[in-house]
Every structure is written in structure tokens, then in C-alpha cells.
């Protein structure tokens, strides 16, 4: 398994931006499927977007297409989340999660699919 560390969260007003980081240290960065989901109070965990080993495919939940882009550095073993436009329906914790995989331009997206992750970080947008 492999080790994450989310950061970049906090309090920001809508409509600006904010960047996620999540480092990620044990076994070989690129060998990992990676996402990125959210949570708050009282509801599941639900995927934001993932990103396949390769870093050539993507996903994004519907509310997020536009505003929100994945990526990752394997060289540094960082995947990130730009955040743009942030509105208060996006206040929530944010996980980074990890899965390996054999497949290079392959992603998933359901939190049971992963196995790794990190302790989270608050984004919370006012209005």
C-alpha cells in the first residue's frame, strides 16, 4: 500500500480558486490509479474526479465538469485538484485515494474500488 497526504484546503469565498495536493510515498507513484472525492456531514463519500496511471484519461462528476481539473506528477509522486470557481455546494472534505493498477489508461471512480487514502482536507466556500 501506499502512503497519502492531502493538502491545499481551506476557507475561500465563492468563485475563486484553490489547488489540492496530494503526495503520495510507499511504492511506484505511477503504478496507481488516483482520485479525488468529497464528504460532508451525514452523506457518502462521492467521487470528484480520477485520473488513470498515465494521466491520459479522466473523470469528473457531473457538478464539477469545467470548474475542476485532475492531474498528477509522477516524477514528484503528486496528484493534484485545481478547483476553479468554487461555489458553497462544493464545502466538503476532501480525500485522495489511490488503487494499483495493471492497466495504464484506465480509471475507477467508486470509493470501494480504491484501497488507499488519505486523512482528508476541509474546503469550505462562503457565499
Known amino acids: 500500500q501506499v502512503q497519502l497526504v492531502e493538502s491545499g484546503g481551506g476557507l475561500v469565498q465563492a468563485g475563486v480558486s484553490l489547488r489540492l495536493s496530494c503526495a503520495v510515498s510507499?511504492?511506484?507513484?505511477?503504478?496507481?490509479?488516483m482520485g479525488w472525492f468529497h464528504q460532508t456531514p451525514g452523506k457518502e463519500r462521492d467521487v470528484v474526479a480520477a485520473?488513470?496511471?498515465?494521466?491520459?484519461?479522466?473523470y469528473y462528476t457531473d457538478s464539477v465538469k469545467g470548474r475542476f481539473t485532475i492531474s498528477r506528477d509522477n516524477a514528484k509522486n503528486t496528484v493534484y485538484l485545481q478547483m476553479n470557481s468554487l461555489k458553497p455546494e462544493d464545502t466538503a472534505v476532501y480525500y485522495c485515494?489511490?488503487?494499483?493498477?495493471?492497466?495504464?489508461?484506465?480509471?475507477?471512480?467508486?470509493?470501494?474500488?480504491?484501497?488507499?487514502w488519505g486523512q482528508g482536507t476541509q474546503v469550505t466556500v462562503s457565499s
Open positions: 485520473i488513470s496511471r498515465s494521466g491520459g484519461s479522466t
Open positions: 485515494a489511490a488503487r494499483h493498477s495493471y492497466l495504464s489508461n484506465s480509471y475507477y471512480y467508486k470509493p470501494s474500488d480504491f484501497d488507499s
Open positions: 510507499g511504492r511506484t507513484f505511477s503504478s496507481y490509479v
